[in-house]
């Protein structure tokens, strides 16, 4: 008990504190927020590249090939939010969550019909998975033509954390 809040130990350091107005916070909670920034032109890209990061809480997140690993098993809620401008030859864009190499969800971006070039189109993928110690996700994308996959202000990016 420390001042009003509940705290858990291990060691001398805090695993989870429960504060006087009820609020549980867990400091070494596994979460990661990465994002895109560089903008270029892509048809297709195994894994999509997110190779900047704000948060990494445990370092699960591995820049180099755009990976999450799950440190522990449990449910984990991942986000994805992709931005492009076409060329004006794109009818249609996915973006797949991949896991441990396979696609497992996808979001489809239909264009319905031929768009000017620069026009910006979003989509995004929010998920709510199981996954095993050591499990990984990564992002793949593609598209019927070349489109420009938009990085700046973080508009493209792949995050998640562990809800329990």
């Not at 504190?17 to 920034?37: M, W």
């Not at 195994?46 to 449910?75: C, H, I, Q």
């Not at 492009?84 to 794109?90: P, S």
Request: net charge neutral.
């Amino acid at each position: 008990y420390e001042a009003g809040s509940l705290v858990f130990r291990n060691n001398g350091d805090e695993r989870m504190r429960i504060d006087s107005a009820g609020r549980v916070t867990k400091p070494l909670q596994p979460a990661f927020f990465a994002y895109r920034n560089t903008t270029n032109s892509l048809s297709s890209q195994n894994p999509l590249v997110f190779s900047a990061e704000d948060l990494d809480v445990g370092g699960d997140y591995n820049t180099s090939n755009s990976r999450f690993t799950a440190p522990v098993a449990g449910k984990y809620m991942i986000n994805i939010q992709m931005s492009f401008y076409l060329d004006g030859d794109c009818r249609a864009i996915e973006t797949y969550l991949r896991k441990n190499g396979g696609d497992i969800y996808r979001n489809d971006t239909w264009i319905q019909q031929t768009q000017g070039n620069n026009t910006h189109i979003s989509g995004s993928l929010n998920v709510l998975i199981n996954l095993a110690a050591n499990d990984y996700l990564d992002v793949r994308f593609s598209a019927t033509a070349a489109v420009n996959v938009f990085s700046s202000g973080r508009n493209s990016f792949f995050s998640g954390y562990l809800v329990g």
